[in-house]
């Protein structure tokens, strides 16, 4: 009954919180703290403003500048950008704009302050909502933006993919910056330099087509219909994907400088609290097990792999550092490298046609991580035309893995340079070098 009847007092409190006028939740900033901060007395706030309503209406109009001001600031970053490169210039436009969201946190703030508010009339004196004063602003961006957007969308060659149009993505860059902002306000750790730059970027892309590009549109019956599939759910959790992890997390320390042979399927299974059959289910053999203690690496490497370059490194330098960290790591959990090479070794050998439980490649995707600087090789026009990144990614990654349990004497540095010399000399274009 207790734990009810706090339950309706929260419900109550969020209900009446969400009805309160716009100055009733700038109540709790006094008119002495208000004169404080701006170095004047109480007898000429109230010269300037009739009542603490009309000094709320007074805020808002201040966001409505506030909001036109830094509106008209992107359609003028947009319009002094010309050039080839419109697809560079929308990104630089883009991060002006974020540059331009940081430096006015404060008009964010308003904002949700209005939106909480937006069924209420924002004083006793004026009829017009929050909810329309952001309205009002929202429109300025369909008036002002939209004309930006054409131009620039038109600029770089494309038009908008049906059935989506210029308002649709006026409504979505508006969306993104919101939320980018609400979220970096409270973990600005997880908003990384440039996130809100390439979202746009990405998405500017994805909504559009090259102009004139013959193809059906998309219609939105089909939208409808893929959107109405039913969604497959994950069968329960004694089967669920996350039962595998949770084995390979909890095997993966019976694997630090033992090889595989050494350890049976009942050690998983005690290792993991669960049956061996289980085990069996999930992996089908232990070398399985053993590769699959990689996905506890991953984020280690993925971290180096997706570093920015700086400009004296390049792909092959990134390369270059993935690969070491790999080899420290494949030395340091040998178990987990010599399952990896059993198990492509079993995939590619004379037992490739036994259907496994587990897709080492899909569980472990230690391939993708150096796809990205294969294909910059591709986009810098160094790797020949005919040559395909992920089956060379493999092949690197393949040779390395060998020569680090063959030769574990060898120093990192010529396990590299003879791999990536012996593969990247017959893949790169004549003259590119490495």
């Known amino acids: 009954m207790a734990g009810d009847r706090r339950g309706q007092l929260v419900d109550a409190g969020v209900a009446l919180a969400v009805q309160q006028r716009f100055q009733d939740l700038l109540a709790s900033v006094d008119t002495r703290s208000i004169t404080g901060e701006a170095g004047v007395t109480t007898g000429s706030f109230f010269h300037h403003f009739r009542n603490r309503g009309h000094f709320a209406q007074a805020i808002a109009d201040r966001f409505v500048e506030m909001w036109r001001v830094s509106i008209d600031q992107m359609v003028g970053d947009a319009a002094a950008l010309s050039g080839a490169d419109r697809e560079g210039d929308v990104r630089s436009v883009a991060e002006a704009e974020w540059g331009n969201l940081e430096a006015t946190m404060v008009q964010a703030d308003l904002q949700h302050l209005l939106w909480v508010a937006r069924d209420q009339p924002l004083s006793q004196e004026r009829d017009e909502t929050a909810g329309e004063v952001l309205a009002r602003c929202y429109r300025y961006v ?7 957007f054409r131009a620039g969308v038109a600029d770089m060659g494309r038009e908008m993919m049906p059935p989506f149009d210029l308002a649709d993505l006026s409504v979505t860059f508006t969306a993104l910056a919101d939320g980018i902002q609400m979220r970096q306000a409270v973990q600005p750790d997880v908003v990384r330099e440039g996130l809100f730059a390439d979202l746009v970027a990405a998405m500017l892309v994805a909504l559009t087509r090259p102009a004139g590009e013959r193809g059906d549109p998309v219609e939105l019956a089909d939208l409808e219909r893929h959107l109405a ?6 069968p329960a959790p004694e089967r669920e994907a996350s039962t595998w992890r949770q084995i390979a997390d909890a095997a993966a320390p019976l694997f630090v400088g033992r090889p595989v042979s050494e350890v049976k399927v009942a050690d998983v299974a ?17 070398s399985a097990v053993a590769a699959c203690g990689w996905a506890r690496l991953l984020p280690e490497l993925t971290a ?15 390369l270059e550092q993935v690969l070491a960290r790999y080899i420290e790591l494949g030395r340091e959990h040998r178990g987990a490298l010599e399952g990896l090479v059993l198990e492509i070794l079993a995939l590619r050998g004379i037992d490739a046609g036994r259907t496994r439980p587990r897709n080492i490649a899909e569980a472990v995707p230690l391939v993708d991580l ?8 591709r986009a810098r026009g160094q790797l020949r035309r005919r040559i395909e990144a992920a089956g060379l990614c493999s092949t690197i990654l393949q040779l390395v893995s060998l020569r680090t349990l063959t030769t574990p004497e060898d120093p990192v540095e010529r396990i590299i340079d003879e791999t990536l010399g012996i593969v990247l000399d017959g893949a790169l274009v004549a003259g590119s070098g490495r």
């Open 304 to 318: 180096v792999s997706a570093a920015p370059l700086t400009p004296e490194e390049g792909p092959i330098v990134r």
């Open 370 to 377: 150096l796809v990205p600087h294969v294909r910059e090789l």
């Open 229 to 234: 599939t039913p969604v497959r759910r994950p």
């Open 142 to 148: 369909l008036e002002t933006g939209v004309p930006a």
């Open 270 to 286: 005690d290792a993991a609290g669960v049956s061996t059959s289980t085990v069996y289910h999930q992996f089908g053999t232990v």
